[in-house]
């Protein structure tokens, strides 16, 4: 960002972002789509008498008249408390890897047919999608704060077929994954070993999620989280904190100084400082998410958790990467007597957060009884998610990460299934 000061006598914030990317889709024995994209603007908040407005522009030199009309835009906004953080130190990530920046579509389509390749070698059918991207953040605020950084992203998703066999893999980091090509037959090996999938006998059971599917449920349980369901008295857990309600030996971290997960950056999309926070410890909610301007309107010292979809959007709540801490189990197919091992599901967009009441379809899943090993799917996990994260059976010991996703298998108990 080469803009370094304002003649506005308003408090204001100039948030920059600038980010290019290529992405190449695989289907049917050629490449489909290749495209092309970039784009950069400027995102300006302006404090006046209290009050924050919010405006956007794409050029450097339209700046100064877009602080003007944030500033004027700020009489329908409610008076709070708020102010832009000063200077301050956030911490030295390594998120831009020099191999992803310098991608083109030539070396996009040599990783992508090398996954092809693997796949094809045990499946019929194979569809790739393959995304490089490289972004800048800049943030500077009329009391002292500038902060800048890079990042890139490389993601994978494979999707394979053989007969009525379904199998993928997925991959999102700022780097290349080791083997890209293992992809291909991580997804092909799922497909074959879905062949001929059963129905499950409706009922109750103890369920497995897998990173994948455990981020559809956190997609329902972290909007209660929200300091904004908070401080309006939707959320459940408005007074619940430091109350046991979860499992006991569940604790999650919202932490954007992981590098191992996909949503690491040094500081907000307000320029609060990356720290780890937990969420929960112990079964016990101890945060809730806020950005400042929802502190402020709820009078509370709360931040960190502010993200910008886009330039061109005013700043929301969000988490980072999500951790959760190990458990105790060393594999639940082999030491859990019955259990339907979930590795992919949907539907979560009908669900009602504000509840927690779900009804999820499975996509992808294995019935384990006895040692026996079942493909099946077709059915529906229904519940409540803050039930189902009190009635957890134990953790794995070791923990995987599915893009901004740390977490071990779960084990969840009593869980209904409809078929």
Not at 133 to 145: H, M
Not at 156 to 161: F, H, N
Not at 363 to 372: E, P, Y
């Amino acid at each position: 960002m080469r803009h370094s000061h304002s003649k506005s006598t308003h408090n204001h914030e100039i948030y920059f972002a600038h980010g290019r990317s290529i992405n190449l889709i695989y289907s049917d024995n050629s490449i489909k789509v290749r495209e092309f994209s970039e784009d950069h603007g400027y995102g300006i908040r302006v404090l006046k008498e209290g009050k924050l407005g919010f405006a956007h522009c794409q050029k450097e030199e339209d700046i100064e008249n877009t602080i003007i009309n944030a500033a004027k835009l700020s009489i329908h906004s409610p008076r709070t408390g708020f102010s832009f953080p000063n200077h301050s130190l956030f911490p030295a990530l390594n998120i831009c890897d020099k191999q992803v920046a310098s991608l083109d579509a030539a070396g996009l389509k040599d990783i992508l047919l090398r996954i092809v390749n693997k796949a094809s070698n045990k499946v019929e059918h194979c569809r790739v999608i393959l995304s490089a991207a490289v972004s800048e953040v800049a943030l500077k605020n009329s009391e002292g704060f500038g902060g800048s950084y890079k990042q890139t992203n490389l993601s994978l998703s494979v999707e394979s077929m053989i007969d009525d066999g379904y199998g993928y893999a997925f991959y999102s980091g700022f780097a290349t994954p080791a083997e890209p090509n293992e992809l291909g037959a991580d997804a092909a090996d799922m497909a074959i070993s879905m062949r001929n999938p059963k129905k499950v006998e409706c009922g109750k059971y103890t369920i497995v999620l897998s990173p994948q599917a455990l981020s559809s449920m956190l997609g329902i349980l972290m909007q209660s989280f929200s300091g904004e369901w908070k401080r309006k008295g939707i959320t459940k857990l408005a007074d619940k904190l430091d109350k046991q309600i979860f499992f006991e030996g569940l604790s999650i971290y919202d932490d954007p100084t992981d590098t191992t997960g996909s949503s690491a950056r040094p500081f907000d999309d307000e320029g609060v400082a990356s720290v780890r926070r937990p969420l929960i410890l112990k079964g016990r909610p101890v945060n809730f998410l806020y950005n400042l301007e929802t502190a402020a309107l709820e009078g509370v010292k709360k931040s960190g958790f502010c993200f910008r979809n886009d330039y061109s959007a005013a700043p929301s709540i969000g988490n980072s990467n999500l951790i959760f801490d190990a458990g105790d189990y060393s594999s639940f197919e082999e030491e859990l007597h019955e259990c339907i091992l979930i590795h992919s599901m949907h539907g979560s967009h009908t669900s009602n957060p504000t509840t927690g009441d779900f009804g999820l379809e499975v996509s992808t899943a294995f019935h384990i009884k006895n040692g026996k090993k079942m493909p099946v799917r077709g059915f529906v996990l229904s519940g409540n998610v803050f039930n189902l994260f009190k009635n957890i059976i134990g953790l794995e010991k070791k923990v995987r990460v599915f893009g901004y996703l740390i977490s071990p298998y779960i084990a969840f108990d009593m869980v209904r299934v409809v078929s």
